[in-house]
């Protein structure tokens, strides 16, 4: 299934946008699925909006890579494509966690980022590289 993960700056580039997931408690970038027909940089400013309550737009593709298998806990199976998007806030409004996916919603510091996986990790430091060519992983 193709999903987004969204990595929204501030203006300035100095904070970053993180929600803290209900089900685990994790801090991530905003995360969702594609809805059928739905443009890619589209979804990704619709989840923010969604998750966070933050009007984006969004600026480039960061990365894409395959997800691994995940089970959940209800049985179902699912395998995703994830498109991660660098996207700018409109302004510095006030992140709140505006749907049932996430307790928090809120700034951080970009040299003091939220613990974060190893994937969003590696994915926000290449939200913090100027654009470079297209990068393949072997």
Do not use: K
Request: aromatic share 6%; with cysteine.
């Amino acid at each position: 299934m193709p999903g987004v993960t969204v990595l929204v700056l501030n203006p300035e580039r100095t904070r970053m946008l993180a929600v803290r997931r209900a089900d685990d408690g994790a801090w991530t970038p905003v995360t969702g699925i594609i809805d059928p027909g739905e443009e890619p940089a589209r979804a990704a400013v619709r989840e923010v909006a969604e998750e966070a309550g933050i009007d984006c737009r969004a600026q480039r593709l960061l990365d894409v890579r395959t997800l691994p298998p995940i089970t959940y806990p209800n049985g179902d199976h699912a395998q995703y494509l994830d498109l991660c998007f660098l996207c700018e806030a409109d302004g510095e409004s006030v992140p709140f966690p505006a749907d049932g996916e996430n307790t928090e919603a809120r700034w951080f510091p970009l040299e003091a980022p939220p613990p974060l996986n190893e994937r969003f990790t590696r994915q926000l430091a290449l939200a913090r590289e100027e654009p470079v060519e297209t990068r393949f992983r072997r």
